[in-house]
């Protein structure tokens, strides 16, 4: 389990993925979530339990993908 610092890094990580992204996307939107996400938890159990709420499935997958690989890094 991560530091409350370690999920805020992941939050930054993810805006700036979607900051680069086309509004619109898949990609955009996934990453659009996962810093939502990771912004307003405490830590990576809890963002991995909030993302498995997101919706559409395309969405949830894909926002679930990226928060392991950033998680990962």
Same mark, same amino acid.
């Given at each position: 389990? +991560?530091?409350?610092?370690?999920?805020?890094?992941?939050?930054?990580?993810?805006?700036?993925?979607?900051?680069?992204?086309?509004? +619109?996307?898949?990609?955009?939107?996934?990453?659009?979530?996962?810093?939502?996400?990771?912004?307003?938890?405490?830590?990576?159990?809890?963002?991995?339990?909030?993302?498995? +709420?997101?919706?559409?499935?395309?969405?949830?997958?894909?926002?679930?993908?990226?928060?392991?690989?950033?998680?990962?890094?």
């Amino acid at each position: 389990m +991560g530091t409350s610092r370690d999920i805020l890094d992941l939050a930054l990580s993810a805006r700036e993925l979607a900051d680069n992204q086309a509004v +619109g996307t898949l990609e955009h939107a996934a990453a659009t979530s996962v810093a939502i996400t990771c912004a307003t938890t405490r830590d990576e159990d809890q963002a991995r339990s909030v993302l498995e +709420g997101v919706s559409p499935e395309e969405v949830r997958a894909a926002a679930l993908e990226l928060f392991e690989r950033l998680a990962q890094q």
